[in-house]
């Protein structure tokens, strides 16, 4: 297997203004975000609101930006082949743990010769990207001794036992491929679990385990957990509210998970301005969840 690494990177989101300097998506810059501490970009004097600039990912349809939303890696390399030959590309070998979840490959030809066609067994499986490809090289254009051949990698790493990511990473799969209805149920899943498992442990000390259970089941459900007990118990920890366009969406998300829950479809159709800012508001939920959760530990 011939190739050059070229480098594995989470997509960061660029400078709306000048478009030179690009910002990382870290808990540090939403913590800012959170907290209302202003961002300008220091070459243009841009000021820089996380929320549009991630949303702005889902305009842009290029997976590697919607992915890093979920913390999607891209790893970009170039491979090279031989016209009527087989290639084996074998992930593991250029850095992807072989537990990673493959989100999506392209190939993209760097002169003639050649086009890559990947190959399979007489029953192809259709949502499964493997970890070892093997790929054809057709006879295209101009005939050449080597051809080389770029590839991009969508991936991202498998935590382990941790539904909750994978929910959120199966939504945005999901918006990649315009089926924007089943995004709905794993995006809201992955909040509702992850703000069900902080107030359980927010209420265990106050009381035994199955009458906390029984209270958050059947008591305080999802809906007063989001917007009365967990406003209260930041304002306790010194840590500020959610902002209201986010909570607002996971309301929103929420209503859009039970028509599809208990009537199979929604209302009125989805349509992608709505589910994206429904998955990046559940994006926004996590990490706000996660750095509430560090504040209380």
């Not at 992807?96 to 050649?114: C, E, H, M, R, W």
């Not at 994978?166 to 909040?191: G, L």
């Not at 009381?207 to 957990?225: C, I, M, P, W």
Request: aromatic letters at 12%; proline letters at 6%.
């Amino acid at each position: 297997m011939k190739y050059d690494l070229l480098h594995t990177e989470i997509y960061q989101t660029p400078c709306p203004g000048c478009q030179a300097i690009s910002f990382p998506i870290t808990n540090e810059n939403l913590s800012n975000y959170f907290y209302g501490i202003k961002m300008n970009c220091p070459k243009c004097d841009t000021k820089l609101d996380w929320w549009s600039l991630l949303l702005r990912h889902f305009d842009w349809e290029f997976p590697s930006y919607t992915y890093a939303i979920a913390g999607g890696f891209t790893t970009s390399l170039r491979i090279y082949m031989k016209a009527g030959e087989i290639f084996t590309l074998n992930l593991e070998e250029i850095g992807i743990p072989i537990d990673s979840k493959i989100l999506q490959v392209s190939y993209t030809p760097n002169g003639n010769g050649l086009f890559p066609v990947e190959l399979h067994g007489n029953t192809p499986a259709r949502h499964h990207i493997p970890n070892i490809i093997n790929l054809y090289g057709r006879p295209f254009g101009e005939p050449s001794e080597e051809s080389a051949i770029a590839v991009q990698i969508n991936w991202a790493k498998k935590i382990s036992d941790n539904q909750i990511w994978e929910n959120i990473v199966n939504a945005v799969e999901s918006f990649t491929v315009k089926d924007y209805n089943s995004c709905i149920i794993p995006s809201n899943v992955s909040v509702e679990s992850t703000l069900y498992n902080i107030m359980t442990k927010y209420f265990s000390p106050f009381s035994a385990k199955d009458r906390v259970e029984d209270f958050l089941n059947n008591g305080a459900t999802y809906s007063h957990q989001l917007n009365i007990l967990l406003p209260l118990i930041a304002h306790t920890y010194g840590f500020p509210k959610m902002p209201e366009n986010i909570r607002g969406n996971l309301n929103k998300l929420r209503g859009y998970r039970n028509s599809l829950a208990h009537k199979g479809k929604t209302d009125k159709q989805i349509d992608k301005k709505t589910v994206s800012e429904l998955i990046c508001s559940a994006a926004f939920g996590l990490s706000y969840l996660n750095l509430l959760q560090e504040k209380i530990s």
